[in-house]
Nanobody, 120 residues
Framework: VQLQASGGGLVQAGGRLRLSCAAS?????????MDWYRQTPGKARELVAS???????DYADSVKGRFTISRNDAKTTVYLQMNELKPEDTAVYSC??????????????WGQGTLVTVSS
């Protein structure tokens, strides 16, 4: 099983992007919970948003009101909608979560990072 993150890119300040993190590699998978982290060189990794198995969400204060984490009904993909982007949102964003598959049960996985660059 892999978590594949996508959707990063270059955007102007005030713009928006939507990141996706999809579970793949199994005929059937369910994302139990997922976190989005971001990291810039020289800084500690920051937890940006979380979605729990029941659907509840949490956000870092720095992104509250601008970012929204959600998932599809099949619980195979989690999204991070990022609006009103600021230059300080520039970072590599990575997803981390628990994925259930029939063969492996619930395991924890990191997705590869996707770079978000916000120009001023």
């Amino acid at each position: 099983v892999q978590l594949q993150a996508s959707g990063g890119g270059l955007v102007q300040a005030g713009g928006r992007l939507r990141l996706s993190c999809a579970a793949s590699g199994s005929t059937r998978s369910i994302i139990n919970f997922m976190d989005w982290y971001r990291q810039t060189p020289g800084k500690a990794r920051e937890l940006v948003a979380s979605i729990k198995s029941g659907g509840s969400t949490d956000y870092a204060d720095s992104v509250k009101g601008r970012f929204t984490i959600s998932r599809n009904d099949a619980k195979t993909t989690v999204y991070l909608q990022m609006n009103e982007l600021k230059p300080e949102d520039t970072a590599v964003y990575s997803c981390y979560g628990s994925v259930w598959t029939p063969s492996e049960g619930s395991q924890y996985y990191w997705g590869q990072g996707t770079l978000v660059t916000v120009s001023s």
